[in-house]
């Protein structure tokens, strides 16, 4: 009797030393469990952050909502902008970080509109000390005449100075500071022939390449891709 006693008291305490081991594995675990989840909470904002770093000062992407720069960049051409070239501006302040340089002649830019705040993007003919000058649509930079094999006149009407800066214009000194922005598409763009140089403040940065075209002329859907397009770079 006595030994039958042992063997049920035994087995009655085998239950509670596996519950006992079973509650210490749970509690091993918790810890685990919420530590992993704030890893990948640590991950994600360390993602958020490097990528609104990287936006802000280093590579932007931009759309083409316009036909001011064609045949350069097509309506629904999307590219990537170095704003890390011109020196990116810090947020919510006047201050920009150094620049690696300065803008030049044939830099194709995106800025910031100086009358409304808008994203352009224009090519700049002219910085600051050039005397920019147009004749019935052709360009004159310090009495010199260029050649632009990357513009069109889609209109074969030249306007008089009377009519407007379209087609002739100046001479104009760009002031130091400045730089004188024209679209491509020279007889449908608005650029500094009607509002004056553009502040280099102003400056977004530089665009590189093409990442992604769709033709939308013809509405979104079907969608009809330019993949031709994809990968050039920009000049």
């Not at 009407?157 to 760009?174: A, E, F, I, K, Y």
């Amino acid at each position: 009797m006595a030994r039958q006693q042992k063997i049920v008291q035994a087995a009655g305490k085998a239950p509670s030393v596996a519950g006992a081991g079973a509650k210490t594995a749970v509690e091993r675990k918790a810890p685990r469990t919420r530590s992993k989840a704030r890893e990948y909470l640590d991950a994600i904002v360390v993602a958020v952050l490097m990528a609104l770093f990287f936006r802000q000062f280093v590579i932007q992407a931009f759309r083409i909502p316009s036909s001011s720069m064609e045949s350069t960049l097509l309506v629904g051409d999307f590219l990537f902008v170095n704003k890390f070239l011109y020196g990116a501006q810090i947020p919510f302040t006047d201050l920009r970080l150094p620049a690696v340089r300065q803008p030049q002649r044939g830099d194709i830019i995106v800025f910031k509109s100086p009358t409304d705040g808008r994203d352009f993007i224009k090519r700049c003919i002219a910085v600051g000390g050039d005397t920019v000058e147009l004749r019935r649509k052709t360009l004159y930079v310090n009495g010199v005449a260029q050649e632009e094999s990357y513009t069109q006149n889609l209109d074969a009407n030249v306007h008089s100075r009377s009519q407007g800066p379209r087609d002739s214009m100046g001479p104009l000194v760009v002031p130091e500071g400045h730089i004188f922005m024209l679209g491509d598409n020279r007889d449908n763009s608005h650029d500094s022939r009607f509002w004056g140089p553009l502040e280099t403040t102003h400056v977004r940065g530089k665009a590189m390449f093409i990442y992604f075209s769709i033709d939308t002329s013809r509405g979104l859907f079907p969608p009809r891709l330019r993949f031709t397009r994809i990968g050039d770079i920009i000049r």
